[in-house]
């Protein structure tokens, strides 16, 4: 079955430690993005990217780094520069397309919870 | 910029009544789409709806319809006989047009369905 796959799906990062948000899509979709919600909010977006080796800076990625060196795979690191990483992260993916530029919806991963220990 | 206003934090209705979900938006453009999510407390996000802005019927999708006022910057999500599984947070949403795909989310209302 095509999907968006996210690990882990809890996750506890120390003090002045970096970690990896991993997210793997078999859609053949374009386009992917993070975002993240904290809780009783909607999604604000961190990054995304529409294709290999570009990705573009959303509202709130101070803190946060991606890499798009796959089609497939959209990681997110938070770095300790993230002083309140404590949320719940989304991965999507959309298609892109001529004529398809905004009517596809985006498809989501099951999120990752990151805590600070 | 695109803005999305979910104006009710939390509602309850009985189950198999119907409820609206308001969702207004503010956009200068033409050309957009609208989006209905509904996140069940286990969090993943599920698509329910989509209304484009040229259209010129109301979408309907079982027991999800969008009612647009595209002159007033409207688009509430109505369900029809309400279920206890639709218990859940609804999320607007719009897309950016020629802008990636952006979308952006509104704060999102949280129905409770009661037997």
């Known amino acids: 079955d095509g999907g968006i796959t996210q690990s882990p799906k809890y996750l506890f990062r120390k003090e002045g430690q970096n970690v990896t948000l991993s997210c793997e899509q078999n859609?053949?979709?374009?386009?992917m993005y993070w975002y993240r919600q904290d809780p009783g909010q909607g999604l604000r977006l961190i990054y995304y990217?529409?294709?290999?080796?570009?990705?573009q800076k959303g509202d709130i990625a101070e803190g946060y780094s991606v890499s798009r060196e796959k089609k497939e795979s959209f990681p997110l690191t938070v770095t300790s520069a993230q002083k309140n990483p404590t949320a719940f992260y989304l991965c999507?993916?959309?298609?892109?397309?001529?004529?398809?530029?905004?009517?596809?919806?985006?498809?989501f991963g099951d999120g990752t919870r990151l805590s600070i220990l | 910029a695109q803005k999305i206003t979910q104006t009710q934090p939390g509602m309850f209705v009985q189950e198999k009544e119907a409820v609206t979900l308001d969702c207004t938006y503010d956009t200068s453009d033409q050309s957009y789409g609208l989006f209905w999510y509904k996140q069940p407390s286990s969090g993943e996000m599920i698509f329910l709806i989509y209304?484009?802005?040229?259209?010129?019927q109301n979408a309907t999708e079982g027991r999800y319809s969008l009612n647009f006022q595209k002159a007033r910057k409207s688009a509430n999500l109505v369900i029809s006989a309400s279920q206890l599984g639709d218990s859940a947070m609804y999320f607007c949403?719009?897309?950016?047009?020629?802008?990636?795909?952006?979308?952006?989310f509104g704060s999102g209302t949280k129905l409770n369905v009661k037997p």
């Open positions: 209304q484009g802005s040229y259209d010129e």
């Open positions: 949403a719009m897309t950016a047009p020629y802008n990636f795909n952006k979308f952006y």
């Open positions: 999507a993916s959309t298609q892109l397309g001529e004529g398809q530029g905004f009517n596809q919806p985006q498809h």
């Open positions: 859609l053949n979709h374009d386009a």
């Open positions: 990217s529409q294709i290999v080796n570009d990705f």
